[in-house]
């Protein structure tokens, strides 16, 4: 059976990963309390003891607005500190390396989407973390194993998503103006982590590689506006909704126009609005 480390076991996508596990497989969670990748000792000391054959590194710093002020250190410290440490150890023990990446490690110029292998150019501070713990990871550990991906939904209860946000403002709401300006691919985390699941389950075939798994959209993918109204013809509620633009609604960290990725990888996403049928369904 082979083990898996998971690290940032209390966040969303591990949550989803680990509702998901599969037989063969034993998955190992860390929360920070217990290993914070930011102490390469701790790191060390937790991966030997696991006797891990996998590292899937979910922990990170998510708060792109935060990372351009309060939390400049935090994401430094996290998204790229934290990641090294965990694919030099990974490379010193000799087993399997996964970390997730962002969207956000491009400047959104694109349209149509990006490829794995397009050049990057962060915009924001998380961005950059994200791209240069991915840079340092590769040369570290160059059978490390980058998954990147964008704009999250799933988890429990006690994580925070566009979706859930969205229907609860509509309890109390009868407007809402949403951006319609930034173009992306909404990825529900269930099938991220079956996503997840399939390279594990054939790593060989992985290693060394930068993936791109999102859900599928066409063109130049979606925006928070068709977002919203999806989510409300499928939950059937009643909200007028009006377009906005970024300029309008003002946020600490630029973000990207154009940031779908074209997925080129043999692992198979579904269409966005299945995902979003599937999350909605669920009691
Ligand atoms: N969410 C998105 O829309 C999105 C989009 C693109 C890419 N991603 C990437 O996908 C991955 C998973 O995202 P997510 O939304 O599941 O994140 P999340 O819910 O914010 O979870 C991240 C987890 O990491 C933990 N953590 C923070 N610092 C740590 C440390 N030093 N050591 C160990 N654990 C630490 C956090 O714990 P605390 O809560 O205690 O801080 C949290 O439980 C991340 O790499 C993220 O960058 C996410």
Same mark, same amino acid.
């Given at each position: 059976m082979k083990r898996i480390l998971l690290? =940032?076991?209390?966040g969303m996508l591990a949550h989803d990963f680990m509702e998901s596990q599969k037989e063969r497989f034993e998955i190992i969670p860390f929360d920070r309390d217990y290993?914070?990748?930011?102490d390469i000792q701790q790191v060390e000391q937790r991966v030997q003891e696991s006797q891990a054959d996998i590292i899937l590194n979910c922990a990170a710093y998510t708060n792109v607005d935060g990372a351009e002020d309060t939390g400049k250190k935090m994401n430094l410290d996290i998204n790229v500190l934290g990641v090294f440490n965990l694919a030099k150890i990974a490379n010193r023990q000799n087993i399997d390396f996964i970390t997730l990446s962002t969207d956000?490690?491009?400047? =959104?110029?694109?349209? =149509?989407g990006y490829n794995e292998n397009d050049e990057q150019n962060p915009i924001n501070n998380y961005g950059l973390a994200k791209y240069l713990g991915e840079k340092l990871a590769c040369e570290v550990n160059p059978q490390s194993i980058i998954v990147r991906t964008s704009w999250l939904y799933g988890g429990g209860n006690e994580h925070k998503n566009f979706v859930n946000t969205m229907l609860k403002l509509s309890e109390t709401r009868n407007e809402l103006r949403v951006i319609n300006d930034q173009f992306w691919s909404p990825t529900y985390v269930m099938d991220l982590s079956q996503a997840l699941w399939d390279i594990i389950g054939n790593i060989d075939t992985f290693r060394g590689k930068i993936l791109h798994l999102s859900n599928e959209t066409s063109n130049n993918g979606i925006t928070w506006f068709d977002f919203a109204s999806e989510i409300f013809k499928m939950a059937d509620r009643k909200i007028n909704l009006t377009p906005c633009t970024t300029e309008e609604y003002q946020t600490k960290a630029v973000r990207p126009k154009f940031s779908k990725m074209n997925n080129n990888s043999s692992v198979q996403m579904r269409n966005w609005k299945e995902g979003l049928r599937e999350y909605l369904s669920k009691p």
């Open positions: 690290t =940032g076991a209390k290993l914070d990748i930011t956000y490690v491009f400047d =959104g110029t694109k349209e =149509g």
